[in-house]
């Protein structure tokens, strides 16, 4: 399936800092009157996206920690498929920020929503300290041996099984 431009990644810092802009829009607009903003921005946000790739999900700061709910609730509404990537379990996130406690839901509904997937992974953008290149060129069976000994040294194994994620 091609979703052409119905598809979107952004890092999770201008990712919130969009979703603000917005939500300063529709207060503008909405003049004082009381309505579900965050709702409005979703919905808006994910009208022409069927899916969204986050980059960093890392919240940090309580005016995102205080929306997030409300926003991915407009998101499975509209049904955008969300993925992203964070360095903390879902049960990390906001940790020890204010107002923690109104922030669970939010970690509640990715446990009962979504998927999650731990990778349990080194920071492949240290290989080099770990005696390792990176990238690998020209191809060939030197390179081909280069590449199955950093296989061998991450994985303990010569063999890889494939799964699906």
């Given at each position: 399936?091609?979703?052409?431009?119905?598809?979107?990644?952004?890092?999770?810092?201008?990712?919130?800092?969009?979703?603000?802009?917005?939500?300063?829009?529709?207060?503008?607009?909405?003049?004082?009157?009381?309505?579900?903003?965050?709702?409005?921005?979703?919905?808006?946000?994910?009208?022409?996206?069927?899916?969204?790739f986050i980059d960093e999900f890392q919240v940090?700061?309580?005016?995102?920690?205080?929306?997030?709910?409300?926003?991915?609730?407009?998101?499975?509404?509209?049904?955008?498929?969300?993925?992203?990537?964070?360095?903390?379990?879902?049960?990390?996130?906001?940790?020890?920020?204010?107002?923690?406690?109104?922030?669970?839901?939010?970690?509640?509904?990715?446990?009962?929503?979504?998927?999650?997937?731990?990778?349990?992974?080194?920071?492949?953008?240290?290989?080099?300290?770990?005696?390792?290149?990176?990238?690998?060129?020209?191809?060939?069976?030197?390179?081909?041996?280069?590449?199955?000994?950093?296989?061998?040294?991450?994985?303990?194994?010569?063999?890889?099984?494939?799964?699906?994620?």
């Amino acid at each position: 399936m091609d979703l052409g431009d119905r598809k979107k990644k952004q890092h999770y810092n201008e990712f919130m800092l969009q979703i603000h802009e917005m939500e300063h829009k529709v207060n503008k607009k909405m003049r004082g009157r009381v309505g579900e903003t965050i709702a409005i921005v979703g919905n808006e946000f994910s009208l022409s996206k069927s899916f969204f790739f986050i980059d960093e999900f890392q919240v940090l700061d309580i005016a995102d920690a205080m929306i997030l709910k409300r926003l991915f609730e407009s998101f499975i509404e509209t049904r955008m498929i969300v993925v992203f990537t964070s360095n903390r379990p879902p049960e990390d996130l906001y940790l020890n920020g204010l107002q923690r406690h109104l922030f669970l839901p939010f970690i509640d509904m990715l446990k009962t929503r979504a998927q999650i997937v731990s990778l349990n992974s080194i920071d492949y953008r240290l290989l080099n300290s770990m005696g390792m290149d990176s990238f690998y060129s020209p191809l060939g069976s030197e390179t081909d041996q280069k590449v199955q000994k950093v296989w061998d040294q991450l994985t303990g194994s010569s063999k890889g099984t494939p799964s699906m994620v």
